[in-house]
């Protein structure tokens, strides 16, 4: 007699030790853990911006040390050809026939490391993979394994061998995460830890382990995908992607797509407050990262020091919210 599996533990539980690990190793950027987090919920992709030197890449390593599933990272070159990400045909001499050779991105978490420094025809190697979860290579469809997810890097303020990344790319990242220099108490922390001996280049010395599994995140995602959403908070979220379109100082607004992507990060906030259903507040606070990279602004506002938070403010606070 065959016993039937056993079903995932708590979801909520694993969700906490997944924070707990990576807590060991990032310090007060808690922002952006759950927005990674959320990310991983949500089966979306994330893009995570700051300066040089705030645990972008650690946060990433970390997550993936945490959790048990298979990890593969690209490090972005104005080198790097497609071929390298997705993979290619390869000659076997021996069978005197063409091989595929998978590349990094057969995998279920994928770090992208400064992905900017990559010229746009690499970067639109991975638009497939992002949106439908395959790779197609000389006309043949290849699945990838699920989950599947790209959390990628970047740095907004070197701007010399970078290329910006294309609006059809932009949009297929669930969140935009901005990681801030720490406050000095925060950095202080930061630099005590390093006095006592923590090396990040070493995780398994700082004590993260793998605590959750996929089983774990699938039955936290299906969790999420339970929670409701009223009409009136449907509604408020076509009103603000709507609004995005309209504003002054826009030249391209938020997509359907993004509309989307605001239902499932609220969604996954409201859940992990303890929720079953979505308010507006869980809508509010999740605006900010899944909008801010689906708006372009024109150019003259640009040049006024027009900004894509102030476009965000001013559309948050001139939509009114459902009671």
């Not at 992709?45 to 300066?51: D, K, R, S, T």
Request: one cysteine or more; a neutral charge.
């Amino acid at each position: 007699m065959t016993l039937p599996a056993a079903p995932p533990a708590d979801p909520h539980a694993a969700l906490t030790r997944i924070r707990a690990e990576v807590a060991k190793a990032v310090v007060g950027q808690d922002p952006a853990v759950t927005g990674v987090l959320i990310g991983l919920l949500c089966r979306g992709h994330v893009l995570i911006e700051g300066v040089p030197g705030v645990a972008k890449t650690l946060l990433v390593r970390a997550l993936a040390a945490a959790v048990s599933l298979d990890t593969k990272r690209i490090q972005f070159t104005a080198d790097l050809m497609p071929g390298d990400i997705t993979g290619s045909l390869v000659f076997n001499r021996g069978a005197s026939a063409f091989e595929f050779r998978p590349g990094p991105v057969f995998t279920n978490l994928l770090l992208g490391d400064e992905i900017n420094r990559t010229p746009p025809k690499t970067q639109s190697a991975l638009l497939e993979s992002m949106e439908e979860r395959q790779v197609s290579v000389d006309g043949t469809p290849r699945s990838l394994p699920d989950p599947f997810c790209v959390i990628a890097t970047q740095n907004p303020v070197e701007y010399e061998g970078t290329y910006p990344l294309p609006e059809a790319q932009l949009d297929r990242f669930l969140l935009k995460v901005t990681m801030p220099l720490p406050d000095r108490d925060t950095e202080i922390r930061v630099l005590a830890a390093h006095a006592d001996g923590f090396d990040p280049r070493d995780l398994a010395a700082a004590g993260v382990r793998p605590v959750a599994s996929a089983a774990d995140l699938a039955a936290a995602s299906a969790a999420v995908r339970r929670v409701r959403a009223a009409p009136e908070i449907l509604a408020y979220i076509v009103e603000l992607a709507r609004a995005t379109r309209y504003a002054p100082a826009s030249a391209l607004g938020v997509s359907p797509r993004g509309a989307t992507a605001l239902l499932a990060t609220s969604r996954a906030w409201a859940w992990l407050s303890g929720r079953d259903f979505v308010t507006p507040d869980d809508v509010q606070a999740l605006a900010r990262s899944t909008f801010r990279h689906r708006i372009s602004l024109r150019p003259e506002a640009e040049i006024e020091g027009t900004t894509v938070e102030q476009v965000l403010e001013s559309v948050l606070a001139g939509v009114p919210a459902p009671r």
